[in-house]
């Protein structure tokens, strides 16, 4: 993880393993949700071991909001843990996606 010095405004890039109950509780929805509303762009996706990833871009603060809900979830989740590691920043999304 790269050490970042917090600039108002900066982009930045997190991607983000989530474990516990978040597959079957509309975890991904909520997230692309919760991430649009925020500004961000991206994709969130579940993994076959039970998990779900996400990769956010946008502003640090956005990023910060977004990964503290997070710690969260929706109602019916149960989070044990989110793993959270920043990247550089690509700019390559147009918006917030689920994939499949």
Known sequence: MRN???VPGIKVRARILVSGKVQGVYYRQTTKEVASRNGLKGWVRNLADGRVEAVFEGDKESIDRTIEWCRT????ARVQAVDVSFEDYSG???DFRISY
Do not use: D, Q
Not at 73 to 76: A, D, K, L, R, V
């Open 4 to 6: 970042r010095s917090v």
């Open 92 to 94: 390559e999304f147009s």
């Open 73 to 76: 979830g929706p109602p019916n």
